[in-house]
Structures are given as C-alpha cells and as structure tokens.
C-alpha cells in the first residue's frame, strides 16, 4: 500500500491525532531516496550572500558556484556584488597538489578588481578532502589587503543545511564588534534573518522606522559589512526564522550581553505580534512607542482586512500542502492561510529540529501529515491522497505540484514578490487566489476525471439509482 | 590552456560535468540518475534544470557524509541503488561520480561488482558508470561521456545488421529531437536516438506523478546500435574521451560519420547527406521544400541582417553551429566563447566559416562571462547569441540577447525551442530578424509600422 515510503523513513513522516507525537528528524538523508535537501554550503551561502558589499568566492570545483549564481531574490538598495559569481574553479592539478595558491592568487585578483570591504570564502566539500587551509589563506590576505577576509566551514557533506546557517552565524560574529557603536539610539536593533526577498526587508524597515525605532544592521537581506561590525551597538536583535541566525542570536547575547526575540513577519498576527514584542520591550525607554505600533497596525489592518475577505471568498474549504526549508516559516503560514479560508493539511521542512515538529503538530488540525526530509515520491503521494488544491514550496517542489495539476506558490529563497508585512499578506493573498481560482484546473486530468466521476454520480441520483 | 588572463572564475560560462551525465541518464527508459557523492551536488543540478524544462528531475544521490567521505562511499552507493531499484523500479540506474568520490578514490566500477555479486540473487537493473569529476571538465564531458558509457556498457554483441540508424544528437532540446526522429522516421529506417530526453524532459500533464517519466531510448534499441548501417554523431567539438560512435565503430565496425549539430543550411545538408549516405535512400520531398522555403527566407530577409555583429557563447558544440550558421546568414561572429575546452574548438570554427568569412571569429575557451564581457566592450556587438546566463551582460551593452541552448530560465519554453535542421533553421533565423526589427522600432524616433 504505502510503496511510495522508503522503510527507513517511516519514522519521519507524522499524522496528527494518530498515537503520541514522535517524529525523527535532522539525520543524514537517506542514500537514493532523492532528498529535497541541499548541503551545508548551501546553508551557508543562503545566510550570507545578500551581505551586498562582500566578495563571496566559493573554493571548489565549478558547480558549487554556478549553481549558486544569481538564484535567490535578495536585493541590494546599493552595491550588488553578491549578484556575481566568484570560484576558484579548481582544477586537476590543484586537487593534486592543493588549491591554496590558488586561492590565494584568485582572492587578491577580485579584491583588487573589486575593492569590496571583507570578503567571505566558502570551502566546499572538496577543500574539505584536499585539506587546504583556508584559514591560513584567509589570515594572510587580510593583512596584505586590510579587509576582513572569512573563512566559512561550509564542506557540503558535514551535515545538511542547519550546520550551513552554523557556519555563516560564526563567520559573521567575527565581524560583529569590531566596529564604532557611537551614535546608536537606545532605542535600535538588528534585523536577524530576514534576507530581503524582493525588497521584504524595507518593507519591515519602514515598519520600524513608523515605530521610532532605529534598525543599526541588516543582517543579512540588503547588508553592509560595516553594519554588522558595529551590530553589537544595537539594543535588540530581532531574529526571523529561527533555524538561520539564531546561532548568531546567541553568540551575540553570551558575548554582548544583546538580548534577542523570535519574530515572523509572515501573516497577519505574526507580523502584528513581532512589532507589539518589540514596542513591548522598548516602552519603558520610548513610552509612546506602544501607541504608535498600536496605530500602525490599526492602520495596516484597515486597509487590509476588506480587500483580505474578497479573496476569502473564493478560497474558503481548499485544501494546502506546505513544505518548505526552514520549519519555523511553516507556523506562519499555516496562520495566514486560515486567514484564507484554507486548510493546511500536509506540512514538512528539510531542516526541522524535534522542537519545531512538536509546535508545528500543536498547532495543525487533527489528520494533518507532518513529514521531515521529504523526497517527490512522498510529497506526490500525499498531494495526491490527500487532494490538495495548492502546494506551497521551492523550485523543486514545483513540478511535482503542476505535474499533479495542483497550484504552487513559491515561498522559499527564489521568489520575486515580497510576502512579509501586512502587504505581503495581501501580495500572498493575491497570488494564492490567482493560482487556485485560475480557469486552468479544469483541463487537467484528474480533474477532467474527478468533474467526470461527480458526474456520473449525479445522474445516477438524478436517474433515482443506488447512492440515494 | 584556457584562454583567460585571470586565475579567479567571475560568472562561469560552463556547468559542472555530473550535470550533463545525469541529463543525458534522463534519456534512457526507464533510468534514474544517480550521482554518487554528498546530497548537495544532487539537489543543485535537479534545481538547475528544472529551472529549464519546468519538469520533475528527480536525480539520486548516495548522499554521503562525513564519515563516508572518510571511510569510503562504498555502502551508501549500494544502499542507494537497492533503494532507487524498490521505490522506482528502475531498470537502468545511471551512476556518475562527482568530484568527492573522484577525490576521495572510490572505484566505482569494483564497487558496482562488488553489488552486482551481493545482489546477484534480486533482479537487478542495468547499472552504468561514468567518471564524471568537474575538475576536469564541464557538462558537455558529462553528457558525451555519460553517452559513451551507455554505448560501451550496454551494447554488449554484433547483431544482425538492419536497416537501422544511430542518432548521437548532442544536446539539442526536445523539440529538436522529436524533429531528428521524424525525419528518422521519414526515410524509412529504424533508429536508436542516444540520449532522447524528447519526453522525459517534456511530459503531458498526467493523472499521476511518474517516478521513472516515460520515454527515453528503449533499453532493446541500444544493444541494437551495433546491428546500425551506421551512425551519426552531432556536434564537431573533439573531447579526449573515446565517443560513443567511435566505440562503436571499434567494436562493432559500426561506421561513424561526424558532423556539427544541424543548423544553418551548409551544416543540415552534411547533416542529410550522411542520412543519405547510409540509408541510400534521396532526401524526402518533405525536407527539400523546408530547404527551400529556408532559402527564400533568407533572400527575403538579409538585408535587416547584413554586416551585424554577434558575439556567440555557451557549450562548444552549439557555439561552432551558430557561427556556421550566422555566417551563412551574413552576420558577423565577432567573438565565439565557451566556458569549456576542446582539442578543436579553433580548428572547427575556421572550418565551419572557411570561404563565408574573410577570417574566422575571434575564439577563446575557457572563459567565463567577465572575460567576454570585458572583450565586448572593444567589439560593439550588435547582439549577443547564447543561453540565458548572458542576459545581465546583453543588457548592460544595451544590445539583444537571442536565446538559444541551455540553460534558459529567464524565457518560458525553452525546452520546446527548435534549433536545428531547416526547420530549426527557419525558427532561428525568423527570431533573428524579428530580435532585429523589434530594436529597430524601439530606437526609431518615428516608430514605423511598416518594416
Ligand atoms: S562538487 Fe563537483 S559535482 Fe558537486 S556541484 Fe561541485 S563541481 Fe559539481
Ligand atoms: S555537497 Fe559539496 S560539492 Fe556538492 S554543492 Fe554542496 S558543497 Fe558543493
């Protein structure tokens, strides 16, 4: 019956209401089960890479850089060098005899073409087997050229993602307090894990800035290397997704003393939620700061709520299936679509951690699948079973969706409209309606063969036949 | 060597070589790719080329981890295969090794041994291996490479010789194949078309998601390729390699006729000559009309194209068809790059060119987009001819970019773009002039309707 579950995975796949939760999770993905996950370095690059002033030059053969080219939607107000790809493009002979010198020659070539202000070097699986010494490397450049120039210890098969985020939290705490605090309000802090999507991190700004209070780095969506050296000034670090930067989060508490509070700004509580907590723990420095988030937030919600209902409308009962990189943006979503009307029914990560699960489990309807780690032969199986009207993932995701006949929303790094804020709520509405009430569905097989089979059984009513 | 000056890559112009092997896997019935290294590798390419085609990939991975890139990838290889066999039934599992495994010296062909006698008691698929590490090439290795192995794996004995020809189209795009397999078809021979990712690369909407997409060269039509009059490899870029259609020719005595990948009229005719040559049948009605519905085209259309300048990049062997095509056309190719090196990359843009151009195009390997952009500026092109990846350039130059090859993620449909033979020809060289005339309204004050 469930052949489309490999044996060893059983484990990872959770219905709710069915026995007591235990579900497995952050284990090496199965071999030949044709994981939906990538590897640490891309954890590593996903965090860093809209730090927009930055050389990022990944250490490896060419695919590692190539692959990474371009894909994800972090804008820059300014300088756009994280757009480029750089990579040392290892060669034979440098897999042979070792690919320091050339990565050595290939960082004061770009710093030299470039002149960015630090510079982050990825070691990717194969520095890891070679055992090239990128430290060392790093520490010598930086003298001759005075920049910051980081390792990160992203070799891809160290782990998966979750290890990846790890990596790039440390590279940064190098940067983190080593730059001039003066000047910083006492009513500041840094944006921790948001990455800028289509420009979502102005968006929050701008929410800030209505609230009065001063946002000291962006870390990282639209990121400035100088910013974050002087990030330790800030007051607070609101961290977004807890599975990117809540590392650096921590690191800065133990070594700055900065306190730090878990955000979402995906959905309309949420977003609604994360700026009262942060008014909250500034009213006793800003009295008026709780006021003017309450009008703020009057003022979204009405403009919102009418054009929000419209599309209710449409969507009320349909069916979703969410899978997606990071647990935590799940609880968001499962929130705004209720908003919608709509029904969460199957959710999964590539990277859960045991707590995620347990919260996400608390929070689903009864019957809801919760999968970690999950592969197309699962997810297609689920979509299928469970007649999902829409499916909510990455690029990867999206075939198995439109393969099905089945709306897709994407909702991971690549996407070009902004789904944060009160707006995004509305953009994600939008998009949601778009897709699940487009006339498209119905010339799809296995709607064609539902519409047909409804058919039959009208007329077999209508003829007075069985199933009366 | 390569010809840039610089030893940092900026903007690579070329893939990684597993990338090619696991697409040209995806050819063959009933295959699975599986790349035999770390799960990362594995999750970029599907990501990559589903960003093309807008289809499923599913591509397996030994997802190895630290302590196997220790001790060895051996049991996760194995393990790995036993579960694409279960949960997909494949019968041909398509094993490329990426640059960890090749690092770390796993010998994949023992280990395949090694399972092929612990397993011997299970009905075990078809299993192939290539070496596919990119530190020694790009996806154009992987793809030829990937080809070779299936030829020299699969056909394992002489048949009995048919009337029957063998396609090495390169990497051409679904429409070019189902196109290559209609003239097949039209000439009356059986053919074995190696890969055809003409399907399982462009699928209906179905019922059901497929595990194994159908479509691809029957596992029966391989092991024919040596009962073939002959066959034909497209693509004039020369890799070290032993190529499929050489192999054969080794083994089998199979004749091997090499041309360019059919586009532009000179290098479709070889193309059809060759077709010709070994089914001794004339060139279909069909195809003589497209030919010269192709010509008249061109006489109606090079005055909006005369003397233009294009600069042509991208994988070697669809850089060498465009310029022979471009020059044929009397556009000028000013500069032809690739990301890639071949023993003949120079060579084979002279002789594509010879008597069209007074002097070949500016060539250079091993480049990527900084070091073509960089000479762009000098050139002032009036275009730029490639894949997407080009397009940041193409727009900073203020000039065109015509979309050709792969990967194209910034345009909808580029698995169903036509590029070769007349017919390709035709669409080609009609998006050529429209590219044209479209830039010429846009930068003309008056805005003629009439062009
Ligand atoms: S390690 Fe090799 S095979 Fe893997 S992505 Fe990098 S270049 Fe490609
Ligand atoms: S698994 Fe390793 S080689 Fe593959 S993409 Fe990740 S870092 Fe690169």
């Known amino acids: 019956m469930e052949e489309a579950i490999f044996e060893e995975r059983r484990d990872q796949i959770h219905r709710t209401g069915e026995g007591p939760f235990a579900l497995a999770c952050n284990r090496d993905s199965l071999a030949g089960a044709v994981s939906q996950r990538a ?20 250490h490896g053969p060419i695919g590692c850089a190539v692959y990474t ?30 690919g320091e010198k050339k990565l050595k020659a290939a960082l004061l070539e770009l710093i030299a073409r470039y002149k960015p202000n630090a510079a982050f070097v990825y070691a990717t699986c194969i520095v890891g087997i070679i055992g090239d010494d990128v430290g060392a490397v790093c520490r010598d450049v930086a003298a001759t050229t005075g920049i910051p120039v980081i390792p990160v210890q992203s070799e891809g098969f160290k782990g998966n993602k979750r290890e990846g985020y790890a990596a790039a939290c440390k590279a940064m705490f190098r940067l983190a307090g080593t730059g001039d605090t003066a000047g910083i309000s006492p009513v500041s802090v840094n944006i921790l894990g948001d990455f800028n999507l289509a420009g979502e991190i102005w968006i929050i700004r701008e929410y800030f800035r209505r609230m009065g209070v001063e946002v000291v780095a962006n870390i990282t969506g639209d990121g400035r290397v100088a910013d974050i050296q002087r990030c330790h000034g800030a007051a607070l670090n609101v961290v977004q997704c807890s599975g990117s930067t809540m590392e650096l989060a921590q690191m800065m508490q133990e070594r700055f003393g900065t306190p730090f509070l878990r955000v979402s700004y995906l959905g309309i509580e949420d977003m609604a939620d994360s700026l009262y907590a942060v008014a909250d723990h500034f009213k006793d420095r800003d009295p008026g700061i709780v006021e003017r988030t309450q009008d703020l937030v009057r003022e979204e919600l009405a403009n919102l709520l009418p054009k929000l209902k419209q599309y209710r409308k449409d969507l009320e009962g349909k069916k979703v299936a969410v899978y997606v990189g990071g647990a935590f943006k799940a609880f968001s979503l499962i929130k705004a679509f209720r908003h919608l009307g709509m029904k969460v029914v199957l959710v999964g990560s590539q990277t859960g951690t045991k707590e995620d699960y347990e919260e996400l489990a608390a929070i689903c309807d009864p019957g809801t699948v919760i999968v970690d780690d999950s592969n197309p032969l699962e997810l297609s199986k689920y979509v299928k079973e469970l007649d999902v009207d829409l499916f909510v993932g990455g690029v990867k995701e999206r075939p198995i969706a439109h393969k099905l006949g089945v709306g897709f929303c994407d909702h991971n790094h690549e996407r070009k409209e902004a789904l944060e804020g009160f707006v995004g709520m509305l953009n994600f509405a939008k998009e949601v309606h778009a897709s699940a009430t487009s006339p498209i569905w119905r010339f799809v097989p296995r709607r064609e063969a539902m519409a047909k089979a409804n058919a039959t059984t009208v007329a077999r009513r209508a003829a007075g036949g069985e199933g009366l | 060597m390569s010809d840039s000056p610089y030893v940092s890559t900026t903007n690579a112009c070329k893939l990684c070589t597993p990338l090619g092997a696991a697409l040209a896997f995806r050819g063959v019935e009933g295959a699975i790719p599986f790349l035999h290294g770390s799960q990362g590798c594995a999750t970029y390419m599907r990501r990559y080329i589903i960003s093309h085609f807008r289809e499923p990939m599913d591509i397996a991975s030994s997802a190895l981890g630290e302590k196997q890139a220790v001790f060895g990838g051996g049991p996760n290889l194995k393990k790995g295969i036993l579960n694409v066999m279960s949960k997909y039934g494949a019968t041909v599992v398509g094993v490329a090794s990426t640059c ?51 030829a020299s794996q699969l056909v394992r004995e002489k048949l009995p010789a048919e009337r029957r020809i063998n396609l090495l189209p390169g990497f051409v795009s679904p429409a070019d194949l189902r196109y290559f397999k209609e003239i097949l078809a039209d000439y009356g021979v059986s053919a074995t078309v190696l890969p055809d990712i003409s399907e399982t690369m462009d699928r209906p909407a179905l019922l059901d998601y497929e595990k194994l997409p159908a479509g691809g060269t029957k596992l029966a039509d391989i092991r024919a390729m040596s009962a073939a009059l002959g066959t034909i490899a497209c693509g004039r870029a020369e890799h070290t390699a032993e190529s499929a259609g050489a192999n054969l020719e080794r083994r089998f005595g199979v004749k091997n006729i090499r041309v360019g990948i059919p586009i532009g009229i000179r290098e479709t005719d070889a193309f059809f000559d060759a077709l010709e040559e070994l089914s001794g049948s004339p060139m279909p009605e069909k195809y003589a009309s497209e030919r010269g519905k192709l010509v008249d085209a061109y006489v109606d259309g090079h005055k909006y194209l005369a003397g233009k300048r294009a600069i042509v990049y991208g994988e070697e062997d669809m850089v060498i068809a465009m310029v022979a095509f471009l020059a044929e056309i009397g556009v000028k190719p000013i500069l032809a790059a690739t990301g890639a090196k071949c023993r003949n990359f120079k060579q084979a843009l002279a002789e594509v060119t010879a008597d069209l151009l007074p002097e070949p195009p500016e060539a250079r390997e091993g480049v990527d987009f900084h070091d073509i952009a960089e000479q762009a500026s000098e050139l002032a092109p009036d275009l730029l001819v490639g894949h997407s990846k080009g397009y940041r350039y193409a727009k900073d130059m203020g000039v065109p970019l015509v979309r050709v090859g792969f990967p194209i993620h910034d345009r909808f449909g580029g698995q169903r773009l036509l590029h070769v033979g007349y017919r390709g020809t035709q669409a080609l060289f009609d998006l050529l002039v429209n590219t044209i005339l479209e830039r010429k309204q846009e930068d003309s004050a008056v805005g003629y309707g009439y062009l």
Do not use: N
């Open chain 1, 39 to 58: 590897c640490v370095f891309c954890g590593s690059r996903v965090v860093l890479y809209p730090i927009a002033d930055a050389l990022h030059l990944v």
């Open chain 1, 69 to 98: 080219w371009d894909i994800r939607g972090a804008l820059s107000s300014g300088p756009q060098l994280h757009r480029l790809s750089f990579s040392t493009d290892l060669q034979e002979k440098d897999v042979i005899f070792g």
């Open chain 2, 100 to 150: 960890l495994t090749e690092t770390i010296g796993d010998d994949v062909p023992r280990l395949l041994a090694e399972f092929r006698k612990e397993f011997a008691d299970l009905p075990l698929p078809e299993i192939v291996s290539v070496s596919t590490p990119s530190y020694s090439g790009t996806h154009m290795e992987g793809w030829h490479a990937a080809t070779a192995a299936l």
